[in-house]
């Protein structure tokens, strides 16, 4: 395994890091508080072609790989974690049409998102399943060449502003194994029965849309099946072994930034007559971070590379996932702390990455859910 960038891959590093602190950091403060998002930025992103790297040309997507979808979700996180989570929402879910779909409906659904034409969102969630996702109720009925759904979704990105939401639903409660009773469907927001209701008050990530969905007899043609019928759970799976390596990104990058702002802060906050910075005890904290960080990030990319090599390891995106977002968690705390009084003014950007970062360690599978991966594989039993 080789983790130095290539020529290309630096190029887009250094495109995103442009991007980052042209357009995110003076704003990021502002839409967190009215927990909006810059439509502007968004348009920039897709015009730069910083979103959805990974999807196929073929899809209208840039056609790279998960490493570069990686590095600019660092980049972008190392500046605003809000801004970042709406623009890495654009096309969540979208693996699903690489893996699964047909070429019409990849063409279809996915191509107009690059165009600004179409936001995705992938609604898992319900009141009653969230870790435990076999539990997922909403059903699905066939009724001739349509597809009937009711049931209720909650804190699904893009809720109100998807134009598709990808559905996963229970199609068959009596298939002898839990693993092959639910399925994946594309569900156009627009249809007869779709309502979705903002959820606010987010503790971070404000300016990211959150809602609950509910589903009435919402029809679907059959063609709006992603994948085979009884096969969702081992699609969602598939998923997971993706997301979670940018949910590592984003780790890595919040709390890089955390770290950059604590060094920065440290440097010129003087107090003993010196900058805080010169103090043995400060520099041995920002060693331990600076450490994290690093390992976070290697173990970052071994995901997105074992992905990019057609060999995802399930166990390995799992350690990524939960590394990083602990480290977040950890790294953004003590960078708080050298802010001193500071930091805990929301005048420092540090405040905001705080709030940020604890999600880190809840969605696309709770770190409890990723030790229990880790384990049973370690333990085999
Ligand atoms: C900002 C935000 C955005 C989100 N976006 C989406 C989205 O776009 N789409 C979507 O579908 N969902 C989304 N979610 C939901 C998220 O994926 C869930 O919150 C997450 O899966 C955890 O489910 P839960 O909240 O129901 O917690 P629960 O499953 O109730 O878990 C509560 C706690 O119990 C622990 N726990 C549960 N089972 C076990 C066990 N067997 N052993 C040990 N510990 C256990 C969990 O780890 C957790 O710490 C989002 C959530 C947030 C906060």
Redesign the pocket.
Known sequence: MDFRLTKEQKYIQKAAREFAKGELAQVGREYDLNETYPEEIIKKARELDLIGLFIPEKFGGPGLGYLEQAIVLEELWKVDPGISQQLC?LT?GAEEFILFGTQDQGKKFLEPIFTGDAVM?????EPDA???TLSASTLAVKEGNEWVINGS?V???NGTKGTFMLIFALTDPDAKSSAKRHSIFIVETDREGYTAEPMHG?MG?RCSD?AAIYLNNVRVPEENLLGKQGNGFHQLMAFFDRSRAYVSAHGVGLAQGALDMAVKHIKGRKQFGKPIGSFQGVQFKVADMAVKVELARNIMYKAAWLLDNGTPDTHVTAMAKMYAARIAVEVVDEALQLHGGYGYFDDYDIERFYRAAK?LE????????EK?IIGRTIIGL
């Open positions: 929402s969540f969102g992938f609604a898992i969630t969230g870790s435990d979704k804190m699904i990105g987010k990530l959150t999600v809840i969605y696309e599978g709770a770190k409890e859910i229990m």
